[in-house]
Every structure is written in structure tokens, then in C-alpha cells.
């Protein structure tokens, strides 16, 4: 299955033209035959807690939008914004296919805290045969949640987030612990980053055995696509061995991990 992953430049408070470049993307991806597109971290209004009510509003008639495209499309399409559940705001990663779903960033900076809670639930998604899970950002930085989600089956993990360093810097970051991830829980690895006007982007992909597949370091509006199989790992030798089949919980839960 091709999966796309995109970089863009959100103008704030302009939902209306971020749309326009969010749907040309969609549009590019599905002419190269793309099934699920991951754009970043609040992607629909950029990095940005003010009006976070209208926001919400905002994304209401947009999130129908895209979920009438991902029908026409036969896409998935994952992109981050704000969520409001009860009285609390979060930072969410839309899933958008037949139904729309959410994901709400776990680890949250003390930035972010100030203004949206902490998400409490590890989710995985699917899309046909390819089951996957999300990390936003920060939750990259904690291999219990990829170790949970590779337990759930998953195959993929998106990493969408919302750096504004340099991203040469963001994709020397990534290289130095993201290839764990991959390699230890034996998942595709992806991660994509939100250009702000205080600099940001940077993409890069790992397959299963730790190998970058592409990274991109600029921080102009792009798109990376890359294919994703079903491995088959195992127990029976070390090349091919899925490490987590080895994991001793039982031991763990001693020293409350």
C-alpha cells in the first residue's frame, strides 16, 4: 500500500486557504495512487491556541468535507487540528475514511498545557489489510506507546508534529532515535513536520529493519510517498526475529514498568 506524507505551511486563522492546499495534495497523492495521506501536526489552522472554540468550529464543515473526498477517493486521511470533548481541547489527529476518528496527543508540552489536556488512549487505526498507529511529536520521545500499538498488530506509525527548528536539525533528531522504534517493534516508521513562519519541516520514513527509506530536509511544501508491505517476522532466527514476541512483561511489572 503507498502512503503519502506531507509537509505544508498553514496560514493562521485562514482555514479556508490551508483547505486549498490540503486538497491539492489529496489530489496529487491519488493521481500516484496513494491510499492514506498523513498531513502534520495541526495542519488545518498551524500551531496556534488562540480562539481555540472557533477553531473547532471551524473544522467542523471542513472535517465533513474531507471525509466526502476520502469516500470519492478511497483514501484515508489523517490530519491534525483541535478536538473538543465535554469541556477540554486537545490536540487531535483526525482519521478520516468511511468514519471519522481521533487520536489526542498523550504527552503534551508545557506550552500546550496551558491550553488543551492530555489525551489518555492509545489507538490503533486500519485501512483495508494495513493497521496503523499515531505519535504526535512529543509522544515520539516514549517507546511505550510504539511497543503498545506494534502489540496491537500495528504496521505503520505515523509521527505527524509541529517543530519550528531547522529541518536539517528535525531530521537529525528523528535519525537518532525514530530508527529504534522502527527496528525494535519491527513497524514502518514515518514522520512529518509543520512549517510555521518560525521556521520547521523536515519528513523522514524507516521500513521495519531500520533503514531510512526517504527523508526530506526542506522547508518548503512537499510530499513523500512510500510503500508499505506485510513482513513476517518471526522467533526463528536473528535477522528475521520480531523482538517484542521476546518481551518479559511479567518481569517488568515488578519495577512498574
Request: some cysteine; aromatic content about 10%; hydrophobic content about 35%.
Amino acid at each position: 500500500m503507498k502512503i503519502a506524507i506531507v509537509q505544508t505551511k498553514p496560514v493562521i486563522n485562514d482555514i479556508e486557504n490551508n483547505m486549498r492546499t490540503i486538497l491539492s495534495f489529496i489530489d496529487e497523492a491519488k493521481e500516484q495512487e496513494a491510499q492514506l495521506i498523513c498531513f502534520p501536526e495541526m495542519a488545518f489552522n498551524g500551531y496556534n491556541f488562540d480562539n481555540l472554540e472557533w477553531q473547532v468550529n471551524q473544522q467542523k464543515k471542513y472535517l465533513n468535507l474531507l471525509q466526502g473526498k476520502a469516500k470519492i477517493d478511497n483514501m484515508t486521511i489523517v490530519i491534525g487540528g483541535i478536538e473538543k470533548v465535554a469541556d477540554r481541547y486537545y490536540l487531535a489527529q483526525y482519521v478520516i475514511d468511511d468514519s471519522i476518528r481521533s487520536y489526542n496527543k498523550i504527552h503534551i508540552g508545557s506550552k500546550e498545557s496551558r491550553f488543551v489536556a492530555a489525551g489518555e488512549e492509545i489507538k490503533v487505526f486500519t485501512k483495508k489489510e494495513l493497521t496503523f498507529g499515531i505519535m504526535m511529536c512529543y509522544d515520539t520521545h516514549f517507546p511505550e506507546l510504539c511497543t503498545y500499538m506494534a502489540l496491537s498488530g500495528a504496521d505503520l506509525i505515523l509521527a505527524p508534529s509541529a517543530v519550528p527548528n531547522d529541518p536539517s536539525k528535525r531530521v537529525e533528531a528523528w535519525k537518532k532515535y525514530l530508527v529504534a522504534r522502527a527496528y525494535d517493534n519491527r513497524v514502518y516508521i514515518a514522520a512529518n513536520n509543520l512549517i510555521s513562519y518560525q521556521g520547521g519541516g523536515g519528513m523522514i520514513c524507516y521500513n521495519p529493519s531500520g533503514d531510512m527509506i526517504d527523508c526530506n530536509s526542506s522547508n518548503n511544501e512537499d510530499m513523500l510517498i512510500f510503500e508499505v508491505e506485510k513482513q513476517n517476522y518471526s522467533k526463528t532466527s536473528m535477522k528475521q526475529r520480531n523482538f517484542i514476541l521476546d518481551r518479559k512483561p511479567e518481569v517488568y511489572k515488578k519495577y512498574n514498568l
